[in-house]
């Protein structure tokens, strides 16, 4: 299979690399200078960016797979979870930042429409949830031009935000991201706070938000029923990680950013630790919640 991973440019054996061969490849992506701004909007002490990643029926799509079963799981994400978290934000005041495929914005375009409507933002995330690290850099580059077009027709909105289906990059991605001039990249994890991607040890000027999986529900909740791995964590332990996550981010005034899936936080069980960790989150003074767009622009502009 033809492929798009940094490493591929490299050959023989890793131990037998010079530094002309692993330089490059540390260097292709690189987290540069920090854009923690020295306070947050309206003075604020903290700033909070929640993104849901919509995958939905794209969870099985992107393997190829037609299970009806493993679909109407993707289905409860759009019918059941979206509507929960639509009715939680705009009860709290907040809004969110939700990464969608083009193929979830097509099989539910209503949603993102109403997702848009009420400040929402929509980022790119894939076309179907492809694994865009393996893809060749022809392929992967038409489909996220695809994929900002579909969201931007569906959403009124023009993305300005990407967050690769598989948290990775390849090759060529940061390469795509300045040729679309997005402002922002969240898939990486350089970092607790934001900071400007390096592309070959040269600034770039695209923001990466960066993620990290103790911030992910996936992680705690996700449950393949073939594998052996069951990480099935109760809601209240998950609760307290990600509190404990906040708290950090409150001493040291920084970024909290916090990736959820609505197929898996939707759930009756957990969308209280959802509510009761905005009401915490909110018991505070001084915490911005924002989109990752707003985020973004933000630490441009002040740093
Ligand atoms: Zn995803």
Redesign the pocket.
């Known amino acids: 299979m033809s492929s798009n991973l940094v490493k591929s440019e490299s050959v023989g054996e890793p131990w037998q690399w010079s530094k002309k061969q692993w330089g490059p490849i540390v260097h292709k992506v690189r987290a540069g200078r920090s854009l923690k701004p020295t306070g947050w909007k309206d003075g604020a002490s903290v700033a909070v960016a929640l993104s849901f990643?919509s995958?939905h029926e794209t969870s099985t799509l992107r393997w190829g797979e037609s299970s009806p079963g493993k679909l109407s799981q993707g289905q409860y994400g759009g019918r059941v979870a979206i509507p929960r978290i639509r009715k939680l934000l705009s009860k709290y005041d907040i809004r969110a930042t939700f990464?969608v495929?083009a193929v979830v914005a097509e099989i539910h375009p209503d949603e993102q429409r109403e997702l848009a409507s009420e400040g929402n933002e929509i980022g790119m995330?894939g076309w179907i949830?492809e694994l865009n690290s393996k893809l060749t850099a022809e392929n992967e580059r038409d489909l996220m031009m695809r994929a900002r077009d579909t969201l931007e027709g569906i959403s009124g909105q023009r993305p300005v935000g990407l967050?690769t289906?598989s948290w990775d990059f390849s090759a060529s991605t940061l390469t795509i991201c300045r040729e679309m001039g997005l402002l922002y990249d969240s898939s990486l994890m350089g970092d607790d706070e934001p900071y400007e991607l390096l592309e070959d040890g040269e600034p770039t000027g695209v923001v990466e938000l960066p993620v990290e999986w103790i911030r992910d529900d996936a992680v705690y909740f996700n449950m393949d029923r073939f594998s052996a791995l069951r990480p099935y964590t109760a809601p209240s332990s998950v609760l307290e990680i990600f509190m404990a996550e906040f708290d950090g981010a409150v001493e040291e005034r920084g970024l909290f950013l916090l990736t959820m899936?609505p197929h898996l936080i939707g759930h009756r069980s957990r969308i209280r630790i959802l509510e009761e960790l905005i009401q915490y989150m909110r018991s505070h003074t001084g915490v911005w919640f924002a989109t990752h767009a707003e985020i973004a622009a933000y630490c441009k502009e002040n740093t």
């Open positions: 990643d995958d990464f495929p995330h949830h967050r289906p899936h």
